[in-house]
């Protein structure tokens, strides 16, 4: 395990740190990440060997240009194809791959470009996941909104013209409680047409519960499809548990949702192999739940409070653009999400070839949407801390005018609700 990804912190009791760096350095005292935890629900489904045999089996050196070319004269492009394109092979191909998935995005998506802000009401955390800015052993200053204080956010974010959210919490069941997250999609609802819920993964009847207070999709990272490398940067927490947090999407499919978001955090594993999973996640589920929109993100690691030198192992732009590239021709009509994880610079010319939605106006701490929305570039209080350092700062009014300078056409809503 590189030690970059580790956060140590002076201000943690020794008992904490005992305990910390016993997790990490004996497996041993870690339970098994593949075991289910009590209350946990366990489905019936077959998507997860469909996904993983075919990331078993995946050798990104053995494809060849050829390969390469024949994937991007197909009219279909395949899992074989796709592979190729993921592949070492493929990095040399980069503007023909930039063509074709600028071809599938103006067949499918026209010059549209959609947007929306997420909305941070918590950053209590009960994993110890070693690369978040949240984690439970992270010393940082720890805040949840009250009902008032999220309804002024969302009256601020709301009077910037911002028509979707996306609600988000951390991964702590005691501090954020479904009771308390489904008050905030009914408050959601009340200013926005789409609300998104990014939280930690539940249960069918609790996703059910959340689609009936407000939620339309909800979004969940696997982080890394890598099962052992998940085990040695999940030490503690529910999250620990792979298989539960895999099969989130099809519990909240299987609970009315109309939509469900999928990624890797690019960079904790090996970047190709992650794409091909989470890809392969959308692609198999798409068939089983051809009703559901679905989406990707493809977001890579970034600073967090506490440890600067956090960064990505080995994804670089140029890669970043190939995966989104490659993603696009292989699921041409799936939404593409590029995060302001990413620069102003590469989100502007990424939205011109594969991206379809962008986040503007992003605050990943809590309470902080006053500075964002209200002008106050230097004013506002932030009273909770962020969870990573974000790359794009620009406001909606700024994002919205950029991309209509583009050529491209913003859009904050496109559904009508009868």
């Not at 870690?30 to 078993?56: A, N």
């Not at 978040?132 to 008032?148: A, T």
């Amino acid at each position: 395990m590189e030690n970059q990804f580790f956060v140590d912190s002076e201000y943690l009791s020794p008992e904490a740190l005992e305990k910390k760096h016993r997790l990490e350095n004996d497996p041993s005292s870690r339970k098994s990440h593949m075991e289910y935890l009590p209350g946990m629900e366990r489905i019936d489904s077959t998507v997860c060997e469909d996904v993983m045999s075919q990331v078993r089996n995946f050798d990104p050196s053995c494809y060849t240009a050829a390969d390469v070319r024949r994937a991007l004269a197909g009219g279909t492009c395949g899992i074989e194809d796709f592979k190729a394109l993921l592949s070492p092979a493929a990095e040399n191909f980069l503007e023909q791959l930039a063509e074709r998935a600028r071809l599938e995005t103006s067949r499918h998506f026209g010059n549209t470009v959609y947007l929306f802000t997420p909305l941070y009401i918590a950053n209590y955390c009960e994993n110890y996941c070693v690369y978040c800015g949240f984690n439970c052993y992270n010393h940082i200053q720890r805040m949840k909104l009250s009902m008032e204080q999220i309804e002024h956010e969302m009256k601020v974010i709301a009077a910037s013209g911002m028509e979707e959210i996306l609600i988000l919490t951390g991964e702590s069941r005691s501090k954020s409680d479904i009771s308390y997250i489904g008050e905030a999609c009914k408050l959601a609802r009340r200013y926005f047409r789409m609300t998104g819920l990014e939280i930690y993964p539940v249960n069918t009847d609790e996703y059910r519960y959340l689609h009936a207070c407000g939620a339309d999709y909800v979004t969940v990272f696997q982080e890394t499809y890598d099962v052992d490398q998940y085990e040695k940067l999940h030490l503690l927490g529910h999250k620990r548990v792979w298989p539960y947090r895999f099969d989130a999407q099809e519990r909240a499919l299987m609970a009315g949702m109309r939509g469900v978001a999928f990624s890797a955090l690019l960079g904790l594993s090996d970047f190709r192999k992650d794409a091909l999973a989470s890809a392969l996640h959308v692609y198999f589920l798409q068939r089983k739940y051809p009703h559901a929109e679905m989406s990707l993100s493809c977001p890579r690691l970034r600073p967090i409070v506490g440890n600067d030198r956090i960064h990505s192992l080995d994804i670089q732009e140029r890669q970043l653009c190939q995966v989104l590239c490659a993603y696009r021709i292989f699921l041409p009509f799936v939404g593409i999400t590029v995060s302001s994880r990413e620069s102003a610079r590469f989100r502007d010319g990424i939205v011109k070839i594969a991206a379809t939605k962008i986040s503007a106006g992003v605050s990943t701490g809590i309470g902080d949407h006053e500075r964002k929305y209200g002008g106050k570039e230097q004013g506002g209080t932030q009273v909770g801390d962020e969870q990573f350092e974000i790359a794009d700062n620009r406001s909606l009014s700024h994002m919205y005018r950029d991309m209509a300078d583009e050529g491209l056409q913003p859009v904050l809503n496109d559904y009508l609700y009868v």
